[in-house]
């Protein structure tokens, strides 16, 4: 049944309800015979329907118009009015409470009151929609913005062992682009400690190595270092740990550990990788353009150099074994990818030209000149 069928019953049923209690208050009369009094009852009654029956059908023209009106006017200005509609009955009825007790007048002064501010609120209210709605949506997107900070840029960060003794996130908080807090637990450092304290040299200076770092880290004013001490005595690996704390945190794993990297992303916590990092600051270079660098070492294969660059990237140069600690300019000949990082495959310029020349002489002899 639709929404104007059963308010045209309703408006009918009040209008036999209202005819039939009409006839008995004003036109009942004991000296006729209850059969007439029944009679006129019912004929009351049918007129009330009827008269209920046309109420509601000019009801639902008039409910009609008025909802098309209102569709017809921006929601910002409905919003407007009703705000200025409620400002303004607040003030009469505030008024009106210092006024109720003037003698005479006083009785009246609160619907007058409640009637002028409340009309006038609602003037202008519909005046001011635009002042009035971007007032309101100012604080809404200073809350967004606050909100897609905190999740996006401003999150805490969680160290984990490998990137302590790493080194290179003393630079990077240095530099000044990880924002929010850096999260050290208890755990971590526990691991920290007992590598420091190993039998083993290598062990041992690696994680001596981690401490400094991170005390010099903790000294730093440009980024915030908070030690927790929540831990998963459930857990007894690092890793496990390192994820439930950021998961019930909220925060991302900082990290150049390739394991827990993936363990990270298959539990759906953010990771931000320092060696990504690092491949992704390296300098663009294509086949075919000339890098001067010194030979460092021999390659594995006979007759090849190794050199390297400024950011610790591999150049294999071929016949390069006989200029051995010397500057030389090579031609970049190819690069190939590896999951340890990059390696560039070059040949020394001279014995590309002379390859080249070689060609063209061959070329120049086919033809005939």
């Known amino acids: 049944m639709s929404g104007k069928k059963l308010l045209r019953i309703i408006f009918i049923i009040i209008g036999v309800i209202v ?87 006083g009785m009246y002064l609160p619907l007058a009151l409640n009637l002028i501010l409340g009309l006038l609120g609602l003037n202008i209210g519909l005046n001011k929609a635009d002042e009035i709605t971007n007032f309101f949506g100012y604080f809404k997107n200073i809350n967004r913005i606050k909100r897609r900070y905190k999740e996006e840029i401003g999150c805490d960060k969680v160290l984990d062992t490998s990137v302590i003794i790493d080194g290179r996130i003393l630079d990077i908080c240095q530099s000044n682009f990880l924002e929010g807090d850096l999260i050290v637990p208890r755990f971590v450092l526990s691991e920290l400690q ?53 998961k019930d945190i909220r925060a ?51 007759e090849q150099g190794v050199a390297y660059l400024d950011d610790g990237t591999m150049i294999v140069v071929e016949d390069g074994n006989r200029y051995i600690g010397k500057k030389v300019n090579i031609v970049v000949t190819s690069i190939l990818q590896t999951p340890a990082g990059r390696m560039i495959f070059g040949k020394m310029k001279a014995v590309l030209n002379n390859h080249s020349e070689k060609v063209n002489q061959f070329q120049r002899t086919i033809s005939g000149k």
């Open 194 to 246: 007992h590598i420091a304290d190993s039998s083993d040299t290598l062990k041992r200076n690696r994680g001596r190595r981690g401490l400094d770092i991170l005390n010099k880290m903790i000294k730093l004013n440009k980024n915030k270092v908070k030690i927790i001490g929540k831990d998963y005595m459930e857990q007894k690996e690092v890793d496990i740990k390192l994820i439930k704390l950021a």
């Open 252 to 302: 991302k794993i900082i990290t150049n550990d390739y394991n827990l990297n993936k363990i990270a992303q298959l539990e759906g916590v953010p990771v931000l990788n320092i060696n990504d990092l690092a491949n992704a600051l390296k300098a663009v270079i294509l086949p075919g353009e000339e890098i001067t660098t010194q030979i460092i070492k021999e390659g594995k294969e006979p």
């Open 19 to 105: 005819g039939s209690e009409i006839y008995n208050r004003f036109y009942f009369n004991p000296d006729l015979y209850d059969y007439y009094n029944y009679l006129y009852r019912f004929l009351a009654a049918i007129a009330g329907g009827i008269i209920g029956f046309l109420v509601s059908y000019i009801f639902n023209i008039k409910v009609k118009q008025v909802i098309d009106y209102l569709q017809k006017i921006p929601t910002k200005n409905i919003i407007s009015a009703i705000v200025g509609l409620v400002v303004g009955l607040i003030i009469a009825n505030l008024l009106a409470y210092s006024f109720s007790f003037i003698p005479v007048i």
